[in-house]
């Protein structure tokens, strides 16, 4: 130092603060530090098949079913896969409560619609800024966005052949994806925003509704449009094929769900149980039973055969505005309300509630 106080170069070196001194935490200066590694959560099933494969090997037939997982770590390496607990006596075992996760988006912005990827890996979303977003389902992260629409993506289906997605936007339009998500085809299917898409058992047709209070028929192949059902007196919130047979269900702001015949396009059948609007209808795997959900706060289940209602549900404190039948068990479905509540039901029985915010939900097959 000299009299007026300064440090030069040499002496600074010397103070034992340059970049390689051990005088830092680590030998490392501050800002090259990197931050402190993050812990991300991880489920891989590949565990739980392989102790329930070892298990069936040398026990054939049971005549004690297993019971659920003790709730505590100790017992995880002994899991096995959701369809080994689930059963006639214990469908609620097989939901897994304990790996519901949130992730945030890199733009935060509501998330219209979801759907698995066909293998079960992965999940898409679609949000109000036209993106799809690509999350990987084992870490919880998101891998891949991609600017689909101009407008807010609002449905999106996939194919029964596990070949084609189906999305539509606020803007009417109509998309064709490969599975690698490459777009090959755009129809401007509606004057309105379409709400809802579904494909035929065959795959040869798919249904789309909208707020231009229609619902449309369409050819995939040619992407033709079809036939026009109109019907009910405002916006068509819903749709869905049965699926086994030639018949549709759809629901609207007018508080009606209706059957369909898709080939002549006459009404069959109205449903008047509910008091607002129907967000949702869902048709179960056997054919028989069609879910409903409601802005009157309510869940019911018709029987098809008889054209009547058999249960209603109460549970969430706001409208309801997503349900989903479980793929392997039927009497097993999900729904989602906008009071941030999401609820497991066995018919006539209700399952855990698990608090989120929830805008659609689907289930992994």
């Known amino acids: 130092m000299q009299d007026g106080g300064e440090l030069h170069p040499a002496q600074v070196l010397k103070s034992g603060h340059d970049v390689g001194s051990s005088h830092y935490a680590g030998g490392v200066p501050p800002h090259k530090r990197m931050r402190k590694p993050i812990v ?5 099933p590949n565990a739980t098949f392989i102790n329930y494969v070892t298990q069936r090997r040398f026990v054939l037939a049971r005549s004690v079913r297993s019971h659920a997982l003790p709730p505590h770590s100790f017992y995880k390496k002994q ?6 607990y689930a059963g006639d006596d214990d469908l609620a075992s097989c939901v897994c409560t304990k790996f519901c996760r949130c992730s945030t988006n890199k733009q935060r912005c509501p998330v219209n619609c979801l759907t698995w990827t066909p293998e079960g890996r992965r999940l898409i979303t679609g949000n109000s800024v036209g993106e799809f977003t690509l999350w990987n389902g084992l870490a919880f992260n998101f891998e891949t966005i991609l600017q689909a629409h101009d407008d807010a993506v609002r449905a999106m289906v996939w194919s029964h052949n596990d070949n084609w997605l189906v999305t539509a936007d606020h803007g009417g339009v109509i998309k064709y994806w490969q599975s690698s998500m490459t777009n090959v085809q755009l129809l401007q299917g509606h004057r309105e925003a379409v709400r809802s898409l579904s494909f035929s058992p065959t795959d040869f047709k798919f249904v789309s509704c909208s707020d231009d209070a229609t619902v449309k028929i369409w050819d995939f192949e040619s992407g033709r449009e079809e036939r026009v059902l109109t019907g009910h007196g405002w916006d068509v ?12 269900a759809s629901g609207s702001k007018d508080n009606l769900v209706k059957i369909w015949d898709p080939k002549s396009g006459n009404s069959l059948n109205t449903l008047h149980g509910h008091k607002n609007t129907v967000f949702k209808v869902a048709w179960n795997s056997n054919g028989n039973w069609l879910l ?4 009157d706060q309510l869940i019911k289940i018709y029987d098809i055969r008889m054209l009547k ?3 209603t549900l109460k549970g969430h404190a706001r409208e309801v505005t997503s349900i989903a039948w479980h793929p392997w068990y039927e009497r097993l479905f999900v729904s989602g309300s906008y009071d941030g509540s999401l609820m497991y039901w066995e018919v006539g029985y209700v399952c ?5 915010h929830i805008g659609c939900c689907a289930f992994s097959y």
């Open 40 to 44: 991300r959560k991880s489920v891989d």
């Open 79 to 84: 899991m096995l896969p959701p369809m080994a």
């Open 237 to 248: 919130k819903c749709v869905a094929y049965h699926p086994q047979k030639c018949l549709l």
């Open 292 to 295: 409903t959900a409601s802005r």
């Open 309 to 311: 209602e058999f249960a």
């Open 352 to 356: 855990l509630p698990v608090l989120l």
